[in-house]
């Protein structure tokens, strides 16, 4: 079945310490997206990917990093310079093509900062 | 940015009854999508209306559109405990085509 795997659930990361959240899709899909859940909150944007290659900032892209070297991954590098990173994290992706498609999202990583 | 804001912020119903939720944005927008997260889990599409559509019905779910008051309404008839979740309007805005952006939710609570 096509869909989009994140890895790992549940993640701990230490004071300082870069941690990378992995998102795959096997959808075929053209472009990617990470966003941020804070407790009781809707999703903001942190970074997406209309294409292999490029990748465009969201709304709160500090302290996080991406790269898109392949069509099927979309990492997501939560950097030290991210100063309160404990959240949930999905990434999504979607075809480009117009028609009445929704975004596929993963089942979300949790971190947690210990 | 929150583009959509969703009410009510919770609502708690009986397991038969309609559910309304309501999203207002503020930017002009290609369409308007609604997505269902159980707690802890990713988001699902339900349903995504276009900007020069007024209504639209999928199964137990009625979306309407009112562009010119920007705002949007979700009715789920005849409500399950099953439908218990979150749920999220997200727009797509005009100038920025597959750039959803996310009201806050509405949270569902159907007893049964």
């Known amino acids: 079945d096509g869909g989009i795997t994140q890895s790992p659930k549940y993640l701990f990361r230490k004071e300082g310490q870069n941690v990378t959240l992995s998102c795959e899709q096997n959808?075929?899909?053209?472009?990617m997206y990470w966003y941020r859940q804070d407790p009781g909150q809707g999703l903001r944007l942190i970074y997406y990917s209309q294409i292999v290659n490029d990748f465009q900032k969201g709304d709160i892209a500090e302290g996080y990093s991406v790269s898109r070297e392949k069509k099927e991954s979309f990492p997501l590098t939560v950097t030290s310079a991210q100063k309160n990173p404990t959240a949930f994290y999905l990434c999504?992706?979607?075809?480009?093509?117009?028609?009445?498609?929704?975004?596929?999202f993963g089942s979300g990583t949790r971190l947690t900062v210990v | 940015s929150q583009q959509g804001e969703e009410d009510p912020q919770a609502l708690s119903i009986q397991e038969g009854e309609n559910a309304t939720m309501n999203c207002s944005y503020k930017t002009s927008i290609n369409n308007l999508q609604w997505y269902r997260q159980n707690s802890g889990r990713g988001l699902v599409h339900l349903i995504l209306?276009?900007?020069?559509?007024r209504e639209k019905h999928s199964g137990r779910l009625r979306v309407t559109l009112d562009t010119s008051k920007k705002s949007s309404s979700l009715l789920i008839t005849a409500s399950r405990a099953a439908d218990t979740a979150s749920y999220f309007c997200a727009t797509d805005a005009g100038l920025l085509r597959n750039k959803l952006v996310f009201g806050a939710g509405t949270i569902l609570r159907v007893k049964s």
């Open positions: 959808l075929n899909h053209d472009a």
């Open positions: 209306i276009r900007s020069n559509e």
């Open positions: 999504a992706s979607i075809r480009r093509q117009e028609g009445d498609y929704g975004y596929t």
